[in-house]
T-cell receptor, first 120, second 113 residues
């Protein structure tokens, strides 16, 4: 697609329910990231995918959080048994780290508009 | 530990004036990249400017420029001729290694008409 697409845009759920957040990255982008942004805070790294594998999932806050990516494209972030402290905006970003400096490590992230999760 | 600090939670600037947003970081690496991102109320983060640490020349993109002081580990963003559309949260984001971006806590910029 033309940009990174995230759904739903907003999600209100009750404490204890499971939620799934979806990210559709820019076509051809092999790197995909999930970040969490709490009110008035910076971006907290959650997980990084290269292709379908996740070499760094160190930012997932607990085992209630999981993510997968299929076909090197769409990713789903799942939060089980949601808690009120999970309320935040969840941002997805993708990148295409090709060869060279500006085409590789210097490539920027392209972000979606985020999914705002509210846990009542 | 690799850290990023944006010490100004909020800044204000008059339309058409110049403002500088500060960012400092700590790393033991010598080769890395530095980014400034803008997040308007629509929530979508967009790239403002990028700097490669091995380049001494400061990056410039139209009204946006950086003052990169590698020895001091400082990477400030200067916005000239500020416009109402510049109002947003600005995040400093160094990138170390092949994939790890670390974001600061952000500076909210208000532009006064």
């Amino acid at each position: 697609g033309a940009g990174v697409s995230q759904s739903p845009s907003n999600k209100v759920t009750e404490k204890g329910k499971d939620v799934e957040l979806r990210c559709d990255p820019i076509s051809g982008h092999t790197a995909l990231y999930w970040y969490r942004q709490s009110l008035g805070q910076g971006l907290e790294f959650l997980i990084y995918f290269q292709g379908n594998s996740a070499p760094d999932k160190s930012g997932l806050p607990s085992d209630r959080f999981s993510a997968e990516r299929t076909g090197g494209s769409v990713s789903t972030l799942t939060i089980q048994r949601t808690q009120q402290e999970d309320s935040a905006v969840y941002l997805c970003a993708s990148s295409n780290p090709g060869p060279g400096r500006t085409g590789g490590a210097g490539r920027e992230l392209f972000f979606g508009e985020g999914s705002r999760l509210t846990v009542l | 530990a690799q850290t990023v600090t944006q010490s100004q939670p909020e800044m204000s600037v008059q339309e058409a004036e110049t403002v500088t947003l500060s960012c400092t970081y700590d790393t033991s690496e010598s080769d890395y990249y530095l980014f400034w991102y803008k997040q308007p109320p629509s929530r979508q983060m967009i790239l403002v400017i990028r700097q490669e640490a091995y380049k001494q020349q400061n990056a410039t993109e139209n009204r946006f420029s950086v003052n990169f002081q590698k020895a001091a580990k400082s990477f400030s963003l200067k916005i000239s001729d500020s416009q109402l559309g510049d109002a947003a949260m600005y995040f400093c984001a160094p990138k170390w290694g092949t994939y790890k971006y670390i974001f600061g806590t952000g500076t909210r910029l208000k532009v006064l008409a």
